[in-house]
């Protein structure tokens, strides 16, 4: 059965995004990473925010801009909106429910991974206790503003496992399971 990914890259504060949405702040960081050449294959399908859809992309102006992954991956999307639009998308699914969005992602995953992308569907997958295993890349970088990795005002403890830490030219990446109480 598929289990849930939540993959992002981070900065040392916390930060998966800049001010105001910008991810801009990538482009450094963006060169080769073994560790998600690795991954990439092992993914079957995407659970998308719309926010995420739609906004900044740190590959703007570069060959695979809009697309997953810079380009490195293609398969079926679930983006979880409010809004679907009307007109189709290639390998794109708009789903205004949480729930049905998650189940029709597994089932499109199979046996590989459900990539989470987005904070805040992030953290719906964790409430609803369907948040397996999360994968941090660490950039080198303070932002100081942004969206943050996991935002629950009053606070929440999720405790993680450590599976492995990985060093890459441009990052430090830690893969976690999520420990389910
Ligand atoms: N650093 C990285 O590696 C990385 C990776 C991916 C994304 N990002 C960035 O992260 C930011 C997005 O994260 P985010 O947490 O702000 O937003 P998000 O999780 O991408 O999307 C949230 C949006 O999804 C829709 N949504 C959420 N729950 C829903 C539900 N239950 N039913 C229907 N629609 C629902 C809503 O959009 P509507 O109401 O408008 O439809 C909501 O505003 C973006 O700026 C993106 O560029 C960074």
């Not at 998966?16 to 294959?41: A, F, H, K």
């Not at 991974?113 to 569907?121: K, M, P, T």
């Not at 503003?145 to 935002?151: E, S």
């Not at 606070?155 to 030219?169: D, Y």
Request: net charge negative.
């Amino acid at each position: 059965m598929a289990k849930v990914l939540y993959s992002v890259t981070m900065s040392v504060d916390g930060f998966i995004t800049g001010s105001g949405g910008d991810m801009q702040w990538m482009r450094p960081y963006l060169g080769p990473n073994p560790e998600v050449d690795e991954l990439v294959p092992r993914i079957g399908s995407l659970l998308v925010g719309r926010r995420s859809h739609d906004g900044d992309d740190p590959h703007k102006g570069e060959p695979g801009e809009g697309e997953a992954f810079g380009g490195g991956w293609s398969g079926p999307a679930y983006v979880v909106t409010h809004r679907p639009p009307s007109a189709p998308e290639s390998d794109v699914t708009y789903v205004d429910d949480f729930a049905k969005a998650l189940a029709q992602a597994k089932a499109a995953a199979g046996e590989r991974y459900v990539n989470v992308i987005g904070a805040n569907i992030a953290k719906q997958c964790l409430e609803a206790g369907e948040l397996d295993e999360v994968l941090l890349l660490f950039a080198p970088v303070m932002l100081g503003d942004g969206t943050r990795l996991f935002d629950h005002p009053g606070g929440r403890t999720v405790r993680l496992e450590r599976k492995s830490v990985t060093e890459t030219p441009l990052a430090t990446s830690l893969w976690f399971e999520v420990v389910k109480d």
